[in-house]
C-alpha cells in the first residue's frame, strides 16, 4: 500500500489583484505547509474507489465530484488507458476551512497515484492538471514554502523561512471560497513588499515585522459571512502571538509564537474557552 500525506497549507499573505479576462483574480502569496494534514492510502484495484475516514470524513461525505476522484480520473484520462485504485482518505483537516485541505488531497492523489501507476507523466502535464482541479493545487502538488501568483499557476520555490511555531484555530464554521470571492469588496490593488533579506534566511523578527506590512484581503468578506472570525483572531492575539492572519478565505486563522511553549500555552488556553474549535499548534515548514 502507498500513503501520501495532504498537508494543509497557509497563506502567510494573501494580497488578491483584479480580475482577470479568465474571470480568476490576480493573487500574490507567501505559503507554508504545516504539520497538520490528511493522509491517503493507495491501493492497486480493477475500478475507481474512494473511501472517507477520519474526524471529517462524515462531514465531507461522499460526492462523485470529490476532488480526490478527479484528480484520478484526470490521471486515467492522462495515461489513455483504464487504470483503477482503492483510495482512502483519512480527513484530519476541517473542511471548507481556507488551509487548503480539497487542494492538498487533489495533490497527494496526484502524486500517489502517479507512483501507484507508475505513469511518467512531465511535470509540466502534472501542474496542468492540478491547475484544472483548483487555483491551490500546484502549490499543494510541491508542498513546500513558495511564493504564488497568477490565479495559482506560478509557484516558486522559496528557501530559508524561519520555522517559527504556529497555532491554527477553526472555529469549525465551512467557509465558501467561491462565495468570499463573491463578497470582495473594493482593494489596494498594490504588489506586496519585498521580503528585506530575499532569497535567503530572515530571521524570526525580519519575518513577523515583513508580515505586518502585508494582508489577507479575503479577511474582510470572509467575517461579513462568517463574523466568528473576528473572535478567533481576538482569541490568538490575546493568547500572546506576534501576529496573527486569517488563513486563505478563512476561517481558520493563524498565529505566529516566539517559542513553542507559548505557542502550546496558547493552544491549551484557546481549546479550553472554546472546546469545539478545532485547535492545533504546529510550525512554518519545511518539510515533514
Ligand atoms: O480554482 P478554484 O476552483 O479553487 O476556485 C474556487 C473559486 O474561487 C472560484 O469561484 C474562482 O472563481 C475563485 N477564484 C478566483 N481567483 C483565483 C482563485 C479562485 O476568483 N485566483
Known sequence: MLHERAQAKVNLYLHVGGRRADGYHALQSLVCFTDAGDE???ESASDLRLELE??????LGYTPDNLVLRAARALVQAAGRPLGARIRLIKVLPVASGIG???????AA???????????????QLEHIALELGSDVPVCLLS??????????????VEGLPQLPMLL???RVAVSTASVFRHLGRRADDPAPKAPAWPGLLTAGELVEWLKDTR??????????????????VQLERSGALITRMCGSGATCYGLFADAASCAGAAQAIASVQPGWW????????RF
Open 40 to 42: 491517503l492510502q493507495f
Open 54 to 59: 477520519g474526524p471529517f470524513g462524515a462531514v
Open 101 to 107: 485541505g480539497g487542494s492538498a488531497d487533489a495533490a
Open 110 to 124: 496526484l502524486r500517489g497515484l502517479s507512483r501507484l501507476w507508475q505513469l511518467k507523466l512531465e511535470p509540466a
Open 144 to 157: 513546500q514554502p513558495a511564493e504564488m501568483s497568477g490565479r495559482g499557476e506560478q509557484v516558486d520555490k
Open 169 to 171: 484555530v477553526n472555529p
Open 216 to 233: 489577507n484581503d479575503m479577511e474582510d468578506a470572509a467575517r461579513s459571512i462568517a463574523p466568528v472570525i473576528g473572535k478567533v483572531l
Open 279 to 286: 485547535v492545533y499548534p504546529t510550525r512554518i515548514a519545511g
